[in-house]
């Protein structure tokens, strides 16, 4: 098991460019979240989704979508890449209802200049 | 969003325990977590506990929950220099959303 992994490591966009992020998870799990995390903010949760083909905002949904269109591909886009979207995302997996554990990848830094 | 609160910084010497502290503001938190973030790594969980309990001990480590002054402790025995990470507490209500505090650096002085 590769537990949850995370497409690109490090990327560096200008402003007004767009991208998207991967997040894999081979653990057959039903939720999916994608967090930012900032100095001395910890993490906000972006957006999440309960299951294939469902999403819902989270905590700071603005400027970013997301897509869950395989139960193991989580995909967080940047439409127009901005200066305050410089970050350290993170997504994580939880199997499902009932369970508490979730499992983080290993982050995607993304520098906005 | 919720306020989840911890201090930034805490330095132990090694074979000290260390107590991380957190505070919280929802009333209503179902379950409450600790998680752990090693350099350039995801966060792990550590452990957590159910807002019906008091007291939870794993090994060497030990949770306090106060829910009438809505704090959360994390208590570690014997502290190692393996425990230098950065610590979160979180909570959550539905189970669907989690509310990360800002951290605490500790750093174990060997």
Same mark, same amino acid.
């Given at each position: ?6 497409t ?25 979240y994608?967090?930012r ?24 949904p ?7 269109l ?22 994580a997996?939880?199997p ?18 | 969003?919720? /306020?989840?609160? &911890?201090?930034?910084? %805490?330095? $132990?010497?090694?074979?000290?325990s ?6 919280y ?15 350039g ?6 452990t ?5 309990? /008091?007291?939870? &001990?794993?090994?060497? %480590?030990? $949770?306090?929950?106060?829910k009438?002054?809505k ?13 230098s990470?950065i610590y979160?507490c979180?909570?959550?209500?539905t ?11 500790l750093?174990?002085?060997?």
């Amino acid at each position: 098991n590769a537990g949850v992994t995370q497409t690109p490591k490090f990327r560096v966009l200008k402003t007004g460019q767009s991208m998207t992020l991967l997040c894999a998870q081979d653990m057959n799990h039903e939720y999916m979240y994608w967090y930012r995390q900032d100095p001395g903010m910890g993490l906000r949760l972006i957006h999440y989704s309960v299951g294939e083909g469902t999403t819902a905002k989270g905590e700071v949904p603005d400027g970013y979508n997301v897509s869950r269109l395989k139960k193991q591909n989580f995909l967080l886009g940047l439409e127009s890449a901005a200066p305050s979207q410089t970050s350290v995302y993170f997504c994580a997996s939880r199997p499902g209802q009932g369970s508490y554990e979730q499992y983080f990848g290993p982050g995607t830094r993304l520098t906005v200049t | 969003g919720e /306020d989840v609160e &911890q201090s930034l910084f %805490l330095s $132990v010497r090694e074979g000290d325990s260390s107590v991380i502290n957190c505070t919280y503001t929802d009333s209503s938190s179902t379950y409450l977590y600790w998680y752990k973030q090693e350099p350039g790594a995801g966060l792990q969980l550590l452990t957590y506990i159910f807002s019906n309990m /008091d007291m939870k &001990q794993d090994q060497r %480590l030990t $949770v306090l929950l106060n829910k009438k002054d809505k704090h959360l402790s994390l208590r570690i025995a014997d502290t190692q220099t393996g425990d230098s990470a950065i610590y979160f507490c979180a909570e959550s209500f539905t189970g669907n959303q989690f509310y990360f505090g800002t951290g605490t650096s500790l750093t174990v002085i060997p």
